[in-house]
Protein backbone atom coordinates (compact mmCIF):
# COMPACT_ATOMS: atom_id res chain seq x y z
CA UNK A 1 0.00 0.00 0.00
CA UNK A 2 1.32 3.41 -0.17
CA UNK A 3 1.53 5.36 3.05
CA UNK A 4 3.45 8.41 3.80
CA UNK A 5 5.88 8.37 6.25
CA UNK A 6 8.34 10.79 8.50
CA UNK A 7 11.56 9.88 7.77
CA UNK A 8 12.59 11.80 10.62
CA UNK A 9 11.84 14.28 13.13
CA UNK A 10 11.68 18.00 11.10
CA UNK A 11 9.68 20.63 9.00
CA UNK A 12 7.01 19.31 5.76
CA UNK A 13 9.86 18.35 3.93
CA UNK A 14 10.67 15.09 5.93
CA UNK A 15 6.89 13.76 4.72
CA UNK A 16 6.96 11.56 1.91
CA UNK A 17 5.10 8.52 -0.19
CA UNK A 18 6.14 4.85 0.87
CA UNK A 19 4.83 1.55 -0.64
CA UNK A 20 4.90 -0.52 2.82
CA UNK A 21 3.66 -3.72 3.42
CA UNK A 22 -0.62 -4.27 3.61
CA UNK A 23 -1.34 -3.74 7.71
CA UNK A 24 -3.03 -7.61 9.31
CA UNK A 25 -5.59 -7.01 11.96
CA UNK A 26 -4.77 -8.48 15.22
CA UNK A 27 -6.98 -9.58 18.06
CA UNK A 28 -10.09 -6.53 18.77
CA UNK A 29 -8.80 -4.88 15.17
CA UNK A 30 -10.11 -4.46 11.97
CA UNK A 31 -8.21 -2.79 8.41
CA UNK A 32 -9.91 -0.41 7.50
CA UNK A 33 -9.43 0.98 3.58
CA UNK A 34 -9.16 4.33 3.91
CA UNK A 35 -10.88 7.21 1.68
CA UNK A 36 -10.25 10.09 3.83
CA UNK A 37 -7.90 10.70 6.79
CA UNK A 38 -7.64 13.89 9.39
CA UNK A 39 -4.71 16.47 9.69
CA UNK A 40 -4.31 17.76 12.89
CA UNK A 41 -2.39 20.85 14.65
CA UNK A 42 -1.13 17.65 17.07
CA UNK A 43 0.37 15.91 13.93
CA UNK A 44 2.47 18.55 12.31
CA UNK A 45 3.79 19.23 16.73
CA UNK A 46 4.39 15.60 16.97
CA UNK A 47 6.35 15.64 13.64
CA UNK A 48 8.43 18.30 14.78
CA UNK A 49 9.63 15.96 18.02
CA UNK A 50 6.75 17.87 20.20
CA UNK A 51 5.38 15.51 22.51
CA UNK A 52 7.67 12.51 23.16
CA UNK A 53 6.61 11.99 26.95
CA UNK A 54 3.09 11.29 25.67
CA UNK A 55 3.98 10.39 22.39
CA UNK A 56 6.78 7.73 22.43
CA UNK A 57 7.14 8.28 18.37
CA UNK A 58 10.52 7.45 16.62
CA UNK A 59 10.74 8.10 13.11
CA UNK A 60 10.29 6.41 10.49
CA UNK A 61 6.87 6.28 11.46
CA UNK A 62 3.27 7.05 9.58
CA UNK A 63 0.80 10.02 10.91
CA UNK A 64 -2.70 10.56 11.42
CA UNK A 65 -4.85 9.32 14.18
CA UNK A 66 -8.41 9.14 12.86
CA UNK A 67 -10.22 7.90 9.58
CA UNK A 68 -13.08 7.11 7.48
CA UNK A 69 -13.13 4.12 4.99
CA UNK A 70 -14.73 0.83 4.53
CA UNK A 71 -14.00 -1.91 6.74
CA UNK A 72 -11.64 -4.67 4.63
CA UNK A 73 -11.01 -7.01 7.45
CA UNK A 74 -11.52 -8.05 10.69
CA UNK A 75 -9.43 -9.48 13.29
CA UNK A 76 -9.75 -12.42 15.58
CA UNK A 77 -12.30 -11.72 18.33
CA UNK A 78 -14.10 -9.51 15.98
CA UNK A 79 -17.77 -9.29 14.54
CA UNK A 80 -17.40 -10.11 11.13
CA UNK A 81 -20.17 -8.01 10.36
CA UNK A 82 -18.31 -5.18 10.49
CA UNK A 83 -16.54 -6.32 7.00
CA UNK A 84 -17.82 -3.87 4.35
CA UNK A 85 -19.27 -1.05 6.40
CA UNK A 86 -18.68 2.40 6.14
CA UNK A 87 -16.80 3.83 9.73
CA UNK A 88 -15.05 6.38 11.36
CA UNK A 89 -12.72 5.72 13.90
CA UNK A 90 -9.32 6.75 15.81
CA UNK A 91 -6.24 4.46 14.39
CA UNK A 92 -5.41 2.00 16.42
CA UNK A 93 -1.90 4.26 17.06
CA UNK A 94 -3.56 6.77 18.32
CA UNK A 95 -5.42 4.74 20.68
CA UNK A 96 -2.03 3.65 22.01
CA UNK A 97 -0.63 6.79 22.20
CA UNK A 98 0.79 6.80 18.77
CA UNK A 99 3.56 3.90 19.68
CA UNK A 100 2.57 1.99 16.30
CA UNK A 101 4.37 2.79 13.11
CA UNK A 102 1.36 2.81 11.25
CA UNK A 103 -1.27 5.76 11.33
CA UNK A 104 -4.10 7.20 9.42
CA UNK A 105 -2.26 8.74 6.55
CA UNK A 106 -2.27 5.58 4.19
CA UNK A 107 -4.37 3.72 2.09
CA UNK A 108 -5.05 1.08 4.90
CA UNK A 109 -5.09 1.53 8.55
CA UNK A 110 -5.38 -0.14 11.70
CA UNK A 111 -8.13 0.53 14.14
CA UNK A 112 -9.54 -1.17 17.36
CA UNK A 113 -12.79 -2.57 16.72
CA UNK A 114 -14.25 -0.87 19.93
CA UNK A 115 -13.70 2.49 18.75
CA UNK A 116 -15.44 2.04 15.02
CA UNK A 117 -18.52 4.04 14.44
CA UNK A 118 -20.93 3.00 11.69
CA UNK A 119 -21.11 6.14 9.06
CA UNK A 120 -24.95 7.09 8.45
CA UNK A 121 -26.00 7.32 4.77
CA UNK A 122 -26.89 10.95 4.69
CA UNK A 123 -22.60 11.55 5.95
CA UNK A 124 -19.99 11.85 3.22
CA UNK A 125 -16.79 9.59 3.95
CA UNK A 126 -14.81 13.21 3.85
CA UNK A 127 -17.21 14.72 6.30
CA UNK A 128 -17.04 11.83 8.49
CA UNK A 129 -13.68 12.00 8.75
CA UNK A 130 -13.57 15.85 9.81
CA UNK A 131 -15.72 14.92 12.30
CA UNK A 132 -13.66 11.84 14.00
CA UNK A 133 -11.67 14.27 16.41
CA UNK A 134 -13.78 17.54 16.30
CA UNK A 135 -17.20 16.53 15.96
CA UNK A 136 -17.36 14.26 19.70
CA UNK A 137 -14.59 16.69 21.42
CA UNK A 138 -17.22 19.84 20.17
CA UNK A 139 -19.85 18.22 22.28
CA UNK A 140 -17.93 17.11 25.23
CA UNK A 141 -16.53 20.48 25.72
CA UNK A 142 -20.12 21.97 25.00
CA UNK A 143 -21.68 19.97 27.29
CA UNK A 144 -19.32 19.87 29.90
CA UNK A 145 -20.03 24.11 29.56
CA UNK A 146 -23.55 23.84 30.50
CA UNK A 147 -24.96 26.96 27.70
CA UNK A 148 -27.41 29.09 28.82
CA UNK A 149 -29.87 31.47 26.69
CA UNK A 150 -28.62 34.76 26.46
CA UNK A 151 -25.22 34.42 27.50
CA UNK A 152 -21.79 35.95 26.15
CA UNK A 153 -19.12 32.99 24.78
CA UNK A 154 -15.87 33.61 23.29
CA UNK A 155 -14.27 31.33 20.97
CA UNK A 156 -10.57 31.41 20.35
CA UNK A 157 -9.61 29.44 17.13
CA UNK A 158 -12.79 30.15 16.12
CA UNK A 159 -11.64 29.61 12.18
CA UNK A 160 -10.62 26.01 13.01
CA UNK A 161 -12.72 22.57 12.77
CA UNK A 162 -13.58 22.86 16.50
CA UNK A 163 -14.20 26.08 17.01
CA UNK A 164 -16.83 26.31 14.31
CA UNK A 165 -18.65 23.74 15.50
CA UNK A 166 -18.96 25.23 18.83
CA UNK A 167 -20.02 28.81 17.28
CA UNK A 168 -23.24 26.85 15.85
CA UNK A 169 -23.30 25.02 19.04
CA UNK A 170 -23.85 27.76 20.89
CA UNK A 171 -26.07 29.94 18.46
CA UNK A 172 -28.80 26.99 18.56
CA UNK A 173 -28.67 27.33 22.33
CA UNK A 174 -29.53 30.92 22.19
CA UNK A 175 -26.61 32.21 23.02
CA UNK A 176 -24.06 35.55 21.69
CA UNK A 177 -20.96 34.67 20.76
CA UNK A 178 -17.92 36.64 20.10
CA UNK A 179 -15.39 34.57 17.68
CA UNK A 180 -11.49 35.80 17.72
CA UNK A 181 -9.45 34.13 14.72
CA UNK A 182 -6.63 35.11 12.68
CA UNK A 183 -6.86 36.74 9.21
CA UNK A 184 -10.07 37.88 7.15
CA UNK A 185 -11.37 34.56 5.39
CA UNK A 186 -11.30 32.78 9.31
CA UNK A 187 -13.50 36.17 10.63
CA UNK A 188 -15.54 35.92 7.45
CA UNK A 189 -16.37 32.40 8.02
CA UNK A 190 -16.78 32.99 11.84
CA UNK A 191 -19.52 35.56 10.70
CA UNK A 192 -21.54 33.58 8.35
CA UNK A 193 -21.83 30.77 10.81
CA UNK A 194 -23.69 33.00 13.16
CA UNK A 195 -20.75 34.57 15.36
CA UNK A 196 -22.53 38.26 16.63
CA UNK A 197 -18.93 39.69 16.88
CA UNK A 198 -15.76 38.68 15.06
CA UNK A 199 -12.50 39.76 16.57
CA UNK A 200 -9.01 39.55 14.93
CA UNK A 201 -6.29 38.64 17.73
CA UNK A 202 -3.49 39.67 15.68
CA UNK A 203 -4.85 42.95 16.92
CA UNK A 204 -2.60 43.66 20.13
CA UNK A 205 -5.82 44.60 21.95
CA UNK A 206 -7.80 41.90 20.79
CA UNK A 207 -9.27 40.30 24.19
CA UNK A 208 -10.09 44.43 25.20
CA UNK A 209 -12.51 44.54 22.05
CA UNK A 210 -13.75 41.15 22.71
CA UNK A 211 -14.56 42.34 26.24
CA UNK A 212 -16.68 45.58 25.13
CA UNK A 213 -18.25 43.65 22.50
CA UNK A 214 -20.33 42.00 25.73
CA UNK A 215 -20.84 45.43 27.31
CA UNK A 216 -17.97 45.48 29.39
CA UNK A 217 -19.32 42.42 31.61
CA UNK A 218 -17.04 40.31 29.99
CA UNK A 219 -17.94 36.79 28.93
CA UNK A 220 -19.62 33.71 30.98
CA UNK A 221 -18.21 31.30 28.93
CA UNK A 222 -14.94 30.94 27.15
CA UNK A 223 -13.87 28.19 24.57
CA UNK A 224 -10.14 28.52 24.24
CA UNK A 225 -9.01 26.36 21.67
CA UNK A 226 -5.25 28.09 21.46
CA UNK A 227 -3.86 28.23 24.35
CA UNK A 228 -0.53 29.79 25.43
CA UNK A 229 -0.59 33.93 25.37
CA UNK A 230 -3.76 34.03 23.30
CA UNK A 231 -5.51 31.77 25.96
CA UNK A 232 -4.17 33.81 28.96
CA UNK A 233 -5.40 37.31 27.18
CA UNK A 234 -8.60 35.63 26.28
CA UNK A 235 -8.68 34.83 30.05
CA UNK A 236 -8.92 38.50 30.84
CA UNK A 237 -12.04 38.74 28.90
CA UNK A 238 -14.32 36.05 30.78
CA UNK A 239 -16.68 37.48 33.32
CA UNK A 240 -16.78 37.44 36.93
CA UNK A 241 -17.53 33.93 38.14
CA UNK A 242 -17.07 33.21 34.16
CA UNK A 243 -16.52 29.07 33.09
CA UNK A 244 -13.34 29.01 30.91
CA UNK A 245 -12.49 25.90 29.33
CA UNK A 246 -8.87 25.25 27.72
CA UNK A 247 -8.64 22.46 25.84
CA UNK A 248 -6.36 23.57 22.36
CA UNK A 249 -3.15 23.92 22.16
CA UNK A 250 -2.87 25.67 18.39
CA UNK A 251 -0.51 28.63 19.77
CA UNK A 252 1.89 25.98 21.15
CA UNK A 253 0.68 24.93 24.57
CA UNK A 254 -2.30 25.21 26.29
CA UNK A 255 -3.00 27.83 28.02
CA UNK A 256 -0.43 29.46 30.28
CA UNK A 257 -1.30 29.79 34.30
CA UNK A 258 -4.73 32.51 34.84
CA UNK A 259 -5.28 30.67 37.64
CA UNK A 260 -4.12 33.35 40.50
CA UNK A 261 -5.78 36.32 38.38
CA UNK A 262 -9.28 34.58 37.85
CA UNK A 263 -9.58 32.77 40.86
CA UNK A 264 -9.78 36.40 42.53
CA UNK A 265 -12.79 37.12 40.00
CA UNK A 266 -14.14 33.59 40.97
CA UNK A 267 -13.61 32.15 37.39
CA UNK A 268 -14.21 29.10 37.37
CA UNK A 269 -11.65 26.95 34.63
CA UNK A 270 -11.89 23.60 33.29
CA UNK A 271 -8.69 22.09 31.61
CA UNK A 272 -8.65 19.30 28.89
CA UNK A 273 -8.66 16.65 31.45
CA UNK A 274 -11.85 17.92 33.59
CA UNK A 275 -14.09 17.84 30.21
CA UNK A 276 -12.80 14.71 28.90
CA UNK A 277 -12.86 12.58 32.01
CA UNK A 278 -12.55 8.71 32.08
CA UNK A 279 -16.04 8.57 32.02
CA UNK A 280 -16.71 10.10 28.72
CA UNK A 281 -18.66 8.11 26.26
CA UNK A 282 -17.24 9.31 22.94
CA UNK A 283 -18.76 6.36 20.51
CA UNK A 284 -22.33 8.15 21.28
CA UNK A 285 -20.69 11.40 20.94
CA UNK A 286 -19.52 10.77 17.65
CA UNK A 287 -22.84 9.30 16.56
CA UNK A 288 -24.38 12.54 17.94
CA UNK A 289 -22.00 14.33 15.87
CA UNK A 290 -22.99 12.09 12.89
CA UNK A 291 -26.37 12.68 12.76
CA UNK A 292 -26.42 16.67 13.94
CA UNK A 293 -24.49 16.83 10.53
CA UNK A 294 -26.37 14.70 8.51
CA UNK A 295 -29.85 16.18 9.37
CA UNK A 296 -28.31 19.47 8.60
CA UNK A 297 -28.26 21.16 11.77
CA UNK A 298 -24.59 21.16 11.83
CA UNK A 299 -21.71 22.16 9.40
CA UNK A 300 -18.51 20.37 8.67
CA UNK A 301 -16.10 23.38 6.81
CA UNK A 302 -13.46 21.16 5.19
CA UNK A 303 -11.24 23.85 4.11
CA UNK A 304 -8.62 21.72 2.07
CA UNK A 305 -7.95 18.72 1.27
CA UNK A 306 -5.10 17.33 -0.12
CA UNK A 307 -3.40 13.53 -1.60
CA UNK A 308 -1.47 11.24 0.08
CA UNK A 309 1.70 12.88 -2.19
CA UNK A 310 0.82 16.10 -0.75
CA UNK A 311 0.86 15.61 3.17
CA UNK A 312 4.12 17.85 3.32
CA UNK A 313 1.29 20.69 2.08
CA UNK A 314 -1.03 20.24 4.06
CA UNK A 315 1.23 20.42 7.14
CA UNK A 316 2.80 23.97 5.69
CA UNK A 317 -1.01 24.62 5.56
CA UNK A 318 -1.26 24.50 9.33
CA UNK A 319 1.60 25.68 10.23
CA UNK A 320 1.16 28.86 8.10
CA UNK A 321 -2.07 29.22 9.93
CA UNK A 322 -3.83 29.49 5.92
CA UNK A 323 -5.79 26.43 6.57
CA UNK A 324 -9.63 27.51 7.13
CA UNK A 325 -11.31 24.65 9.06
CA UNK A 326 -10.77 21.38 8.75
CA UNK A 327 -7.78 19.74 6.63
CA UNK A 328 -8.18 16.51 5.15
CA UNK A 329 -5.96 13.86 2.96
CA UNK A 330 -8.42 12.18 0.57
CA UNK A 331 -7.23 8.57 -0.90
Excluded: C
Excluded at 31 to 50: H, K, N
Excluded at 211 to 222: E, L
Excluded at 287 to 307: C, K, W, Y
Amino acid sequence: MKAVQASGFGGPEVLAVHELSDPVAGPGEVVVDVAAADVMFLDTQLRRGWGKDFFPLEPPYVPGGGVAGVVASVGPGVDPSWKGKRVSTPTAAAEIGGGLPIGGYAEKAVAKDATLVEVPDGLTMTRAAALVHDGRTALAVFDHANVRPGEWILITAAGGGLGILLIQLARAAGANVVAAARGAAKLELAGRLGANVVVDYTAPDWAAKARAATGGVGADVVFDGAGGPLGGAASTATANAGRFLGYGAAAGELAEAVQEEVAARDVVVHGLFDITGGDTDWKELARRAHAEVAAGRLQVVIGQTFSLEHADQAHAAIESRSAVGRTLLTV
